[in-house]
């Protein structure tokens, strides 16, 4: 092998990649805060791989907003979330599953000029069995510069996302984001301690798997129920059936969002006959994917439209969720337009 063969792949971190590949309105603060993400990444991953041994396992014993019971690792992530961002000057708000109001930014430090919204953890309930979970976020342009930060500066739309992503805590970390020019993955390297690109320009392959959880089949409505048997192969008068997809259903939205973007497939979360609006958290969870989504060559919906359209009434306001492959959320929305 020639020298040159040796040293053509090049080895590039991810300070580098944010650094060399933003757009020019987006340098300098916008820059800086990605990496702060990052950064809190590392934090939290590090805590998880060393949970048993940290005695960070287990409930703290509090329930959040949602009406679910806190884990200690939540805690821990949405405070390293935030206090790696409230003193920075980049961020003017910042919204967080964990908290009924928004973050404001503590009175001694500078306001910035952007709003971060995140779940410090999803698939929590995941943590004492030791299956992958994640953080999500998102990134918008304040909308009012004159205020020290508002509720109003968090409830936008996807369509205005500058940034969002989501990094999970598995068999390796992995950081995956776009700024609207991609999706890249990063993946950690615990020896150097440092995010090494490793999955450029990700897109959905054709699909390989559909992700649902059965045990709520009879909660769905005739349109999600028939979509369902779609996906499985069992409609054969449609002409467009899908051929082999394998049911993978992990339980934790990032975990089950990561497979499908690298396998192909889709993800749903519909809403149920008492719960319309089903569980999905749309400011912070089913946005931030769907940008990604999009980017990525596919498409969120709620059953009826984008995702990305839906303007949030209240932080914590909820959606029935379909992501993944743009022909199969389609589908999915054919369904539900004609028989629901």
């Known amino acids: 092998m020639s020298n040159n063969m040796k040293f053509k792949?090049?080895?590039?971190?991810i300070e580098r990649y944010i650094l060399e590949n933003q757009p020019d309105y987006a340098r300098g603060d916008f820059t800086n805060l990605l990496y702060d993400i990052a950064m809190a990444a590392k934090l939290i991953a590090n805590k998880t791989t060393r949970a048993g041994l940290a005695d960070i396992l287990?409930?703290?014993?509090?329930?959040?907003?949602?009406?679910?019971?806190?884990?200690?690792?939540d805690v821990y992530a949405d405070r390293t979330i935030f206090r790696l961002c409230d003193h920075t000057g980049r961020v003017c708000a910042?919204?967080?599953?964990e908290h009924e109001d928004i973050l404001e930014i503590p009175s001694e430090f500078q306001k910035g000029r952007y709003v971060l919204v995140y779940d410090?953890?999803?698939?929590?309930?995941?943590?004492?069995?030791?299956?992958?979970?994640?953080?999500?976020?998102g990134i918008y342009r304040c909308v009012d510069w004159a205020n020290r930060g508002r509720v109003e500066d968090c409830l936008q739309p996807g369509r205005k996302l500058l940034a969002a992503g989501y990094v999970l805590y598995g068999a390796s970390t992995m950081l995956v984001y776009s700024t609207g020019q991609g999706v890249h993955g990063f993946t950690l390297d615990p020896h150097i301690g440092e995010f090494l690109l490793s999955h450029p320009d990700l897109r959905f392959p054709d699909p390989t798997y559909y992700s649902a959880n059965h045990g709520y089949y009879q909660r769905w409505s005739e349109g999600v129920q028939a979509y369902t048997s779609w996906l499985q192969g069992n409609q054969q008068e449609e002409k467009d059936a899908p051929q082999g997809l394998s049911e993978r259903y992990i339980g934790s939205l990032v975990a089950d969002f990561h497979r499908n973007l690298l396998k192909g497939g889709v993800f749903m979360y519909p809403g149920e006959k008492n719960k319309p609006n089903g569980k999905i958290r749309l400011l912070y969870e089913a946005a931030p994917l769907a940008y990604l989504a999009h980017h990525a060559g596919g498409y969120a919906s709620n059953g009826q439209q984008s995702i990305l359209d839906l303007t949030p009434a209240d932080l914590h306001d909820r959606t029935p969720f379909f992501i993944g492959n743009?022909?199969?959320?389609?589908k999915a929305e054919d369904f539900i337009k004609r028989l629901d």
Request: aromatic share 2%; charged share 20%; hydrophobic share 35%.
């Open 94 to 97: 910042m919204a967080s599953e």
């Open 58 to 73: 287990g409930s703290a014993g509090e329930v959040n907003v949602q009406g679910e019971e806190q884990q200690q690792l």
């Open 9 to 13: 792949r090049k080895i590039v971190t």
């Open 326 to 330: 743009t022909r199969l959320v389609q």
């Open 120 to 137: 410090p953890l999803d698939g929590s309930s995941n943590i004492d069995v030791n299956v992958s979970i994640g953080t999500i976020f």
